[in-house]
């Protein structure tokens, strides 16, 4: 049986490989071009713009401007490869077999209905799986010296495409693949079924599930301090790479007010508009980075708990329905 599945998705699995390798093998090569281009110009090892006395703001902004097409272009690569492979490799997997009646052939050989799911799901799914996570880390290293460009790890699309997530996306399109197959036998459909499913949970997950795994950090300070560096075009007074969630602004007495961007004429300062609308502190809620793995555990096991239900879903169906 296993033989017979191997036959059978060899191709799908070799054209993954091969996609795989080859969008690794790009974010290698930047890695490589990007620590050589920071130890020519002396930063390297900049993260963030004044974390060392060389890691000053044209030298940041030079490198932003050298690859700030290839951090725009591989998160887009990354965020569409798990919906790809989900679409390719999980749909057709049973839902073709379904309309090609082979299944009443490979149903008749002694292979319980049980046996030939899971070894299908395992030698069609696995090295997917192993693929993708195995790439997602490679991410996390290779685009670390572009922390700056990237804007960090904890926002999108960088959180999205680095670390154990973009495995875990694989694993549930490919689950709602699967599942769509088996329950409406039809590959265009179960395909289409996976492109709408995985893009409403990746949607709602990161809109409003993450931003609460974890306790975000408050900042407060007043007007000056939390204006004063980047107005002066330094850094933010929350870390560069951090992901800020929220703002409260409080006049003199300490009484929380809103505050209207729009009625600033465009011409004066960010203090100065904050100060004209009886703005005297502001406080900051942010994730800074070192919640990064904290946040890809949290996602990940989610992930991974709904494919489990959408793979039980697919085998209930099975074991439910006529062949």
Known sequence: MIWVAWRQQRLQLLVTTLLVVAVGAVMLFYRADAVSYMQDRGIAGCLRIGEEPSCTQSAMGALSDRYKTYVSVIPMVLLCLPVLLGMFAGAPLFAREFEQGTHVFGLTQSVSRRRWWATKILVGGGPVAVLTFALGLIGVWTLRPLNHVTRGA????????????????????????????????????????????????????????????????????????STGESERGGHSWIPDDAWRVGSAYYDKDGRKISFNPSGCDGTETIQ??????GVAKQSADFHPASQFWGFQAVESAVFLALSAGLLGLGAWSLRRRVL
């Open 272 to 277: 100065s508009c904050l100060g004209k609308q």
């Open 154 to 225: 904890m926002m999108t699309p960088g959180f999205e495409t680095q670390g154990l997530v973009l495995g875990a996306y694989t694993v549930l399109a490919f689950a709602v693949g699967v599942a769509a197959g088996l329950m409406f036998r039809n590959t265009l459909a179960s395909m289409a079924i996976t492109l709408g499913v995985y893009l409403v949970v990746l949607i709602g997950v990161g809109g409003v599930a993450r931003p609460h795994y974890l306790a975000a950090e408050r900042i407060t300070g007043t007007v000056a301090e």
